[in-house]
């Protein structure tokens, strides 16, 4: 860190260094380089101990387990009681504000439309709990996610799911699908997803991480065609010129997605040939797909 | 410069405790296995772990070594023995997930490990910033829609609660902030709540992130915010190169209020940067200088008390002012100017047209593929990037290999870019953001803007712009609601509310505001917020910041970029 005053200016001298100030005058420049020259020259040491200082936060004794149950005896047992917030855009309602509110009702769907204070463990035995209460145990992190295997019906299922997704809890939801994955075929299950959003994003979130291509690949294979089949129907929609051409660009890149997509399924060995790929997508050739894509893959 | 405030303030809240906590549950799950033993540690957790618990901490509960968690086999010594079990435990923070057991389960491992959850969740990284360190908080729920982090961060919000609550009142906007006060207030329902009635934090204000991406979007002009966008500052630390330091090796420097220099520059108009440091410079040039004249008893004084705080203010000085310089030559070098009114122009809405040129060209040249995007976002929204996800999938994803790719997707963004502007031109003008901006005054109309003494909290933007959460939160602590915003809230889809305590008291004066960030927080809206802190009266104390993560328009865009949803 000791530099002469020689060399002090080969450096400035040397550096392909551009003044820049935000005011566009030299004042600023000119001081970083005078407090720079001034700290340089600042001869410390003259006793040269070596000093590794760290930067540390601040010591502190190792604590222990006994110290934090003392401090809990001595805590008040207030129960702060706080109220609800509707789960809903407050577009639905007059005003924000205090609300108690029940969950959302799906009109479609049967199921309980309060949530009830839970009730006390008593009912520990997984056997005797409700869907509902499953949900609420899964929430805890108390009860393991096997509890689940009693719930043989379909609508068992769709409880627990529902009442999973209305608890916002994306662990629990994944832990609902988990069980539903194993237990429902691929054409059910998908089928139940398909009005279930929410539900939908965690179990391709969960496809992805434990990267299960193949059924993840069935479900947007089973989600794309929709999506292309709407989209075809849009472009013969009267739109303006340039929204027309937007649609017919998105079209476009959404067929060669899939074109991508089903060449790379066969080059990683998932179908036979590559005529049976498309074939399974139903990709159809009548259309403006680039045919030069379709001769290299 | 420094923050000051009044004499009756409540005290600093001990975060202390906070990793007392966490290293004490730690400790026992590690004593939950007797003997020696090997720790394997994932690599983003080896920097907060550092925080809390050191080597000899760790060494002391018999652990032999750490390794980082990587995909290749390791022969432990602990092997050596003949005839012993090994056994496993994983340890899963801050949660353990339904998922990651069946996984296990799957591969027929569940049988062979124990496993357990460490509820770390709160890392204090300075007096009044607290993260969650979860980066990938953001890509998971608001991207992914994935809410597996909801219960995580309504128990981080409980266990505050039971600290340093009770809190008397909840703000909060977004969908997401809903799900984490609902999580909050059923565990504070079904758990055994104690609080210690110290109450130190008296309301909270909860965010989502996607309220407000234009924010984070932004070029930083602060000077902790310049650090985060060019060094990256990590779990409160930093890594200067050689150049910066002026001598052989990198150096770690942790930033935070210990560091005297660093404390008082952090939240400064980056202009105002120099003739501190220079400033500081001449002091202590001066303070140095006056052992010229000192007898020999003075001089021994000196040495014990002065020298050496002395010399670490040295020390700092000079690295801030490499880190300056290093700035400095770096945006040079990106034409950073040009840049930032281009920015300000963004969001003002004037001059598009120059606009949509500059990036352009900023394309063409191929300087930084993530600057172009971040520009791009400006203009469009964020919204409308994610819809292509088409993009990604073509080629921006390779981003990092060699510079042939590299030139191909640069290609392809220049392309899209170019089919963007003709069709999206009017996508720019129907932006709600225009409109939240005329209504919550977010580009000041004043023409000279003196950084030196800042009046409003558009100086973290060079006075072009107020972070619109930021300006959010100062409306609603001020307002003690939402009465009045309707028409602000209705242009970001409401999901807003405000809710009170059943024992809130009204010695809500006293109390500190604790603001909650999901989904990241830039150092540009704390030095805002702090600044607002310390001018409105009836804030009077310091902000809490708790925060999923510290964000930038970086790490924003890459978490774009790399998404693989």
């Given at each position: 860190?000791?530099?002469?005053?020689?060399?002090?200016?080969?450096?400035?001298?040397?550096?392909?260094?551009?003044?820049?100030?935000?005011?566009?005058?030299?004042?600023?420049?000119?001081?970083?380089?005078?407090?720079?020259?001034?700290?340089?020259?600042?001869?410390?040491?003259?006793?040269?101990?070596?000093?590794?200082?760290?930067v540390?936060?601040?010591?502190?004794?190792?604590?222990?387990?006994?110290?934090?149950?003392?401090?809990?005896?001595?805590?008040?047992?207030?129960?702060?009681?706080?109220?609800?917030?509707?789960?809903?855009?407050?577009?639905?309602?007059?005003?924000?504000?205090?609300?108690?509110?029940?969950?959302?009702?799906?009109?479609?769907?049967?199921?309980?439309?309060?949530?009830?204070?839970?009730?006390?463990?008593?009912?520990?035995?997984?056997?005797?709990?409700?869907?509902?209460?499953?949900?609420?145990?899964?929430?805890?992190?108390?009860?393991?996610?096997?509890?689940?295997?009693?719930?043989?019906?379909?609508?068992?299922?769709?409880?627990?799911?529902?009442?999973?997704?209305?608890?916002?809890?994306?662990?629990?939801?994944?832990?609902?699908?988990?069980?539903?994955?194993?237990?429902?075929?691929?054409?059910?299950?998908?089928?139940?997803?398909?009005?279930?959003?929410?539900?939908?994003?965690?179990?391709?979130?969960?496809?992805?991480?434990?990267?299960?291509?193949?059924?993840?690949?069935?479900?947007?294979?089973?989600?794309?065609?929709?999506?292309?089949?709407?989209?075809?129907?849009?472009?013969?929609?009267?739109?303006?010129?340039?929204?027309?051409?937007?649609?017919?660009?998105?079209?476009?890149?959404?067929?060669?997605?899939?074109?991508?997509?089903?060449?790379?399924?066969?080059?990683?060995?998932?179908?036979?040939?590559?005529?049976?790929?498309?074939?399974?997508?139903?990709?159809?050739?009548?259309?403006?797909?680039?045919?030069?894509?379709?001769?290299?893959? | 410069?420094?923050?000051?405030?009044?004499?009756?303030?409540?005290?600093?809240?001990?975060?202390?405790?906070?990793?007392?906590?966490?290293?004490?549950?730690?400790?026992?799950?590690?004593?939950?296995?007797?003997?020696?033993?090997?720790?394997?540690?994932?690599?983003?957790?080896?920097?907060?772990?550092?925080?809390?618990?050191?080597?000899?901490?760790?060494?002391?509960?018999?652990?032999?070594?750490?390794?980082?968690?990587?995909?290749?086999?390791?022969?432990?010594?602990?092997?050596?023995?003949?005839?012993?079990?090994?056994?496993?435990?994983?340890?899963?923070?801050?949660?353990?997930?339904?998922?990651?057991?069946?996984?296990?389960?799957?591969?027929?491992?569940?049988?062979?490990?124990?496993?357990?959850?460490?509820?770390?969740?709160?890392?204090?990284?300075?007096?009044?910033?607290?993260?969650?360190?979860?980066?990938?908080?953001?890509?998971?729920?608001?991207?992914?829609?994935?809410?597996?982090?909801?219960?995580?961060?309504?128990?981080?919000?409980?266990?505050?609660?039971?600290?340093?609550?009770?809190?008397?009142?909840?703000?909060?906007?977004?969908?997401?902030?809903?799900?984490?006060?609902?999580?909050?207030?059923?565990?504070?329902?079904?758990?055994?709540?104690?609080?210690?009635?110290?109450?130190?934090?008296?309301?909270?204000?909860?965010?989502?992130?996607?309220?407000?991406?234009?924010?984070?979007?932004?070029?930083?002009?602060?000077?902790?915010?310049?650090?985060?966008?060019?060094?990256?500052?990590?779990?409160?630390?930093?890594?200067?190169?050689?150049?910066?330091?002026?001598?052989?090796?990198?150096?770690?420097v942790m930033l935070n209020s210990q560091d005297k220099v660093f404390n008082e520059?952090r939240?400064?108009?980056?202009?105002?940067?120099?003739?501190?440091?220079?400033?500081?410079?001449?002091?202590?040039?001066?303070?140095?200088?006056?052992?010229?004249?000192?007898?020999?008893?003075?001089?021994?004084?000196?040495?014990?008390?002065?020298?050496?705080?002395?010399?670490q203010?040295?020390?700092l000085?000079?690295l801030h002012?490499?880190?300056?310089?290093?700035?400095?030559?770096?945006?040079?070098?990106?034409?950073?100017?040009?840049?930032?009114?281009?920015?300000?122009?963004?969001?003002?809405?004037?001059?598009?047209?120059?606009?949509?040129?500059?990036?352009?060209?900023?394309?063409?040249?191929?300087?930084?593929?993530?600057?172009?995007?971040?520009?791009?976002?400006?203009?469009?929204?964020?919204?409308?990037?994610?819809?292509?996800?088409?993009?990604?999938?073509?080629?921006?994803?390779?981003?990092?290999?060699?510079?042939?790719?590299?030139?191909?997707?640069?290609?392809?963004?220049?392309?899209?870019?170019?089919?963007?502007?003709?069709?999206?031109?009017?996508?720019?003008?129907?932006?709600?953001?225009?409109?939240?901006?005329?209504?919550?005054?977010?580009?000041?109309?004043?023409?000279?803007?003196?950084?030196?003494?800042?009046?409003?909290?558009?100086?973290?933007?060079?006075?072009?712009?107020?972070?619109?959460?930021?300006?959010?939160?100062?409306?609603?602590?001020?307002?003690?609601?939402?009465?009045?915003?309707?028409?602000?809230?209705?242009?970001?889809?409401?999901?807003?509310?405000?809710?009170?305590?059943?024992?809130?008291?009204?010695?809500?004066?006293?109390?500190?505001?604790?603001?909650?960030?999901?989904?990241?927080?830039?150092?540009?809206?704390?030095?805002?917020?702090?600044?607002?802190?310390?001018?409105?009266?009836?804030?009077?104390?310091?902000?809490?910041?708790?925060?999923?993560?510290?964000?930038?328009?970086?790490?924003?865009?890459?978490?774009?970029?790399?998404?693989?949803?």
């Open positions: 860190m000791h530099r002469s005053k020689g060399e002090e200016e080969d450096y400035w001298n040397s550096s392909q260094f551009k003044a820049f100030t935000f005011d566009d005058d030299e004042d600023d420049f000119t001081k970083l380089r005078e407090s720079r020259l001034a700290v340089n020259s600042i001869k410390l040491t003259d006793d040269d101990e070596d000093d590794v200082e760290k540390n936060w601040s010591g502190e004794p190792v604590g222990s387990i006994s110290w934090l149950v003392g401090e809990t005896s001595a805590l008040s047992n207030q129960k702060t009681d706080f109220p609800k917030v509707s789960s809903e855009s407050s577009l639905n309602k007059s005003g924000s504000g205090l609300s108690l509110s029940s969950w959302s009702k799906p009109s479609s769907r049967l199921f309980a439309p309060e949530l009830r204070r839970p009730r006390a463990d008593y009912k520990d035995i997984v056997g005797d709990l409700s869907p509902e209460e499953m949900v609420q145990r899964l929430q805890q992190g108390k009860v393991s996610s096997v509890g689940m295997e009693r719930f043989r019906s379909l609508q068992d299922k769709m409880l627990l799911l529902d009442f999973a997704v209305n608890g916002n809890d994306g662990n629990a939801i994944t832990a609902v699908l988990i069980f539903l994955k194993r237990t429902l075929s691929k054409e059910v299950l998908f089928r139940e997803l398909e009005s279930r959003q929410t539900a939908l994003r965690h179990f391709i979130h969960f496809l992805t991480e434990t990267h299960e291509q193949r059924l993840l690949l069935d479900l947007l294979r089973y989600d794309e065609n929709k999506k292309r089949d709407f989209l075809k129907s849009c472009i013969s929609l009267p739109f303006s010129l340039e929204d027309a051409a937007l649609v017919q660009d998105h079209f476009t890149l959404l067929e060669r997605q899939i074109i991508i997509e089903v060449s790379a399924s066969y080059h990683r060995g998932e179908t036979q040939t590559l005529s049976d790929s498309y074939e399974i997508r139903g990709i159809n050739w009548g259309h403006d797909v680039d045919q030069k894509i379709i001769l290299r893959a | 410069m420094a923050a000051a405030f009044r004499r009756d303030a409540p005290p600093q809240p001990d975060f202390s405790l906070l990793k007392r906590l966490a290293r004490d549950q730690l400790i026992f799950l590690l004593e939950q296995l007797p003997g020696k033993k090997d720790l394997f540690i994932d690599a983003d957790l080896m920097s907060p772990l550092d925080r809390i618990a050191n080597v000899s901490t760790l060494k002391q509960h018999e652990v032999d070594k750490l390794y980082k968690v990587e995909h290749k086999a390791v022969v432990s010594s602990s092997d050596k023995a003949v005839g012993r079990v090994r056994r496993y435990k994983i340890i899963f923070t801050p949660q353990k997930f339904f998922a990651c057991e069946a996984i296990l389960e799957e591969h027929g491992a569940f049988g062979d490990v124990s496993c357990d959850q460490w509820d770390f969740h709160l890392l204090p990284v300075d007096d009044d910033i607290i993260s969650l360190e979860l980066p990938e908080f953001f890509t998971d729920t608001f991207l992914a829609g994935d809410q597996r982090w909801v219960r995580t961060v309504g128990s981080a919000l409980h266990l505050l609660h039971s600290l340093f609550g009770p809190f008397s009142k909840v703000y909060g906007i977004g969908r997401i902030a809903k799900m984490v006060y609902e999580s909050f207030r059923i565990q504070l329902q079904t758990e055994e709540t104690r609080t210690r009635g110290d109450a130190q934090i008296g309301n909270v204000f909860i965010i989502d992130r996607d309220v407000d991406l234009v924010t984070p979007l932004c070029s930083q002009v602060v000077y902790e915010g310049l650090v985060d966008d060019i060094f990256r500052i990590k779990c409160g630390c930093v890594e200067f190169s050689p150049d910066v330091t002026s001598s052989e090796k990198s150096v770690k520059i939240n400064e108009h980056f202009s105002n940067v120099f003739g501190f440091l220079s400033q500081k410079a001449r002091t202590l040039q001066t303070a140095y200088d006056r052992r010229r004249g000192m007898d020999i008893k003075q001089m021994k004084t000196f040495v014990s008390e002065e020298l050496k705080g002395l010399k203010e040295h020390r000085l000079s002012i490499g880190a300056s310089e290093a700035m400095m030559k770096r945006k040079t070098k990106q034409d950073f100017q040009e840049m930032l009114r281009t920015e300000h122009s963004l969001l003002e809405g004037f001059e598009i047209r120059e606009c949509i040129n500059f990036i352009e060209e900023h394309i063409n040249r191929q300087v930084s593929v993530l600057e172009s995007l971040r520009l791009l976002c400006l203009l469009y929204g964020f919204e409308h990037l994610l819809t292509f996800s088409s993009l990604r999938t073509l080629g921006l994803i390779q981003e990092q290999q060699t510079t042939e790719t590299l030139s191909a997707v640069e290609t392809r963004v220049r392309l899209t870019a170019g089919r963007l502007t003709e069709a999206f031109s009017s996508l720019a003008k129907k932006s709600n953001f225009r409109a939240l901006s005329r209504r919550l005054n977010l580009v000041p109309k004043s023409e000279d803007y003196d950084l030196r003494v800042p009046k409003d909290m558009s100086y973290v933007f060079s006075g072009a712009y107020v972070p619109l959460s930021c300006r959010l939160i100062e409306q609603v602590l001020d307002r003690e609601g939402w009465s009045g915003l309707e028409e602000v809230t209705r242009l970001l889809n409401r999901h807003e509310f405000s809710v009170t305590g059943k024992l809130s008291t009204n010695q809500n004066s006293q109390r500190r505001v604790l603001v909650l960030f999901l989904g990241g927080c830039t150092f540009s809206e704390i030095a805002a917020l702090r600044f607002l802190a310390r001018e409105r009266d009836c804030l009077n104390k310091p902000i809490l910041f708790l925060t999923t993560a510290i964000t930038n328009s970086s790490r924003l865009l890459e978490s774009l970029v790399q998404n693989k949803v």
